[in-house]
């Protein structure tokens, strides 16, 4: 695919960067999530990497990254470049291990973005950057693990934060009267549904244009303004009072949490 020229500048900057800090170019840098996807939205979405390494950074490595990670910040300030460093026993094997990643400029140490949603995002349409293409990699995937994270994500983390927006005169509730959190709402419950449903991955637009199809009418308008907002500018609304429109989110998101298949044998 034809990335988009901020993406290969962003990508080239990267691996430069990579050969700096560690003295020895990358054995693979593969991109996925939204630039995979087709839905890059410069300004909006980042660069999600995965960075395969013959072996582990050292702790002085990971420094030398991490000042990477600083500089490509700062020369990129409004596109993250989030991501983790792996190995091909890693990749094959699936995200079971800690292991050196970068998130908004910063470099750690932990289980960030080491998801089935990530590998499975890999096998399902990953972009080569450099080092053998994905197709010729193994990439471990399991469709059970996949789906038990994605309903937990559900269940946990977006059912919660619904809950949280609905208390009268929680900080929550004040923040989702924001467009962002409305597009960041519907279309990303709606991305774990379409999971949930097909096995596959989506885009935040892909979801919406699923929503379309498979929701009732009565929810179109709350996605549609969602996909508009994805789109970005400054599109006029579908609801005369943001209080409307967050309320309508909220519903939402009850709606396709309620509504998700679960893995079998999971009951609620």
């Not at 990497?49 to 490595?61: H, K, M, N, Q, R």
């Not at 990129?76 to 094959?92: C, N």
């Not at 637009?205 to 929701?215: D, E, I, R, S, W």
Request: a negative charge; proline letters at 7%; glycine letters at 10%.
């Amino acid at each position: 695919m034809d990335l988009p020229p901020l993406v290969t500048e962003i990508t080239q900057h990267l691996r430069s960067e990579v050969v700096t800090a560690l003295g020895r170019p990358p054995s693979a840098l593969y991109l996925y999530g939204s630039v995979a996807l087709d839905d890059f939205r410069p300004g909006t979405s980042d660069i999600d990497f995965v960075t395969i390494l013959d072996e582990a950074p050292s702790a002085a490595e990971t420094e030398a990254l991490a000042s990477a990670h600083r500089r490509l910040a700062g020369r990129f300030p409004e596109t993250h470049v989030d991501g983790i460093y792996s190995t091909a026993a890693e990749l094959a094997n699936g995200p079971y291990e800690t292991g050196v990643h970068a998130h908004e400029g910063v470099v750690g140490v932990g289980t960030f973005e080491r998801l089935w949603v990530t590998w499975h995002g890999l096998v399902q349409g990953g972009v080569t950057i450099a080092g053998p293409p994905l197709r010729s990699v193994t990439v471990g995937t399991n469709l059970a693990a996949l789906s038990a994270w994605v309903r937990g994500n559900l269940d946990g983390y977006w059912r919660e934060g619904c809950r949280a927006a609905s208390v009268p005169g929680s900080p929550e509730r004040d923040q989702a009267l924001k467009p962002e959190l409305t597009a960041w709402t519907v279309l990303g419950v709606t991305r774990l549904h379409y999971t949930l449903t097909t096995g596959h991955i989506t885009s935040k637009t892909g979801a919406g244009q699923y929503a379309l199809k498979v929701f009732d009418e009565r929810w179109h308008p709350i996605v549609e303004e969602a996909l508009a907002i994805r789109r970005g500018g400054d599109p006029p609304s579908r609801f005369a009072k943001a209080e409307t429109r967050r309320d309508e989110m909220l519903g939402f998101c009850d709606m396709v949490i309620a509504d998700a298949p679960r893995p079998p044998g999971e009951t609620t």
